[in-house]
T-cell receptor
Framework: DAGVTQSPTHLIKTRGQHVTLRCSPI?????VSWYQQVLGQGPQFIFQ???????GRGNFPDRFSARQFPNYSSELNVNALLLGDSALYLC?????????????FGDGTRLSIL | AQSVSQHNHHVILSEAASLELGCNYS??????LFWYVQYPGQHLQLLLK??????LVKGIKGFEAEFIKSKFSFNLRKPSVQWSDTAEYFC???????????FGTGTRLKVLA
């Protein structure tokens, strides 16, 4: 079975631009979470979506938004990019929205802001 | 706010040495606990998890972890490490119903052959 797939793998943007990152969960998984991982840190929770509804949101500004589609894939959007948004963005899927569901991670999208 | 501390940022061991990586969390209520591992060039994957019951849980590849509620700790152990255990290890905590995983900063383990 295919794992969690994320696209693109790498992206270079300049300050002020907008970016859209995409994630396809493992087949059958209905929950998708997004994380930001800055070099030297652990993943920081941004959003969780389950059945197309936002279930949780981390401490990120409103420039960050996401949505989940009927096929359970998801997009993370970041507006007005700042240098500090440079990071690895991870998507994780799980079967359901319960907190006892382990997360299955993708390889991430590395975003560089110039 | 909840937080997870992993005090050992870098650990270097020789093969066959014993391993213990510390994880402490700050939250007084019920938590679900996880250890994830990221091997070089690979994505994060689940090593083991604890929800309830026996506080000593066994995971893949000979790893185990012990939940000590009174110490808010969930330390990862392995009796004898191998070169292939070289990886970064992350502890994670989630409070049931919050949908928000909190990860520690990770511990980079290097095992010398």
């Amino acid at each position: 079975d295919a794992g969690v797939t994320q696209s693109p793998t790498h992206l270079i943007k300049t300050r002020g631009q907008h970016v859209t990152l995409r994630c396809s969960p493992i087949s059958g998984h209905k929950s998708v979470s997004w994380y930001q991982q800055v070099l030297g840190q652990g993943p920081q929770f941004i959003f969780q979506y389950y059945e197309k509804e936002e279930r949780g949101r981390g401490n990120f500004p409103d420039r960050f938004s996401a949505r989940q589609f009927p096929n359970y894939s998801s997009e993370l959007n970041v507006n007005a990019l700042l240098l500090g948004d440079s990071a690895l963005y991870l998507c994780a899927s799980s079967l359901g929205g319960d907190s006892n569901q382990p997360q299955h991670f993708g390889d991430g999208t590395r975003l560089s802001i110039l | 706010a909840q937080s997870v501390s992993q005090h050992n940022h870098h650990v270097i061991l020789s093969e066959a040495a014993s391993l213990e990586l510390g994880c402490n969390y700050s939250y007084g209520g019920t938590v679900n606990l996880f250890w994830y591992v990221q091997y070089p060039g690979q994505h994060l994957q689940l090593l083991l998890k604890y929800f309830s019951g026996d506080p000593l849980v066994k995971g893949i590849k000979g790893f185990e972890a012990e939940f000590i509620k009174s110490k808010f700790s969930f330390n990862l152990r392995k009796p004898s490490v191998q070169w292939s255990d070289t990886a970064e290890y992350f502890c994670a905590v989630i409070s049931p119903g919050t949908y928000k995983y909190i990860f520690g900063t990770g511990t980079r383990l290097k095992v010398l052959a």
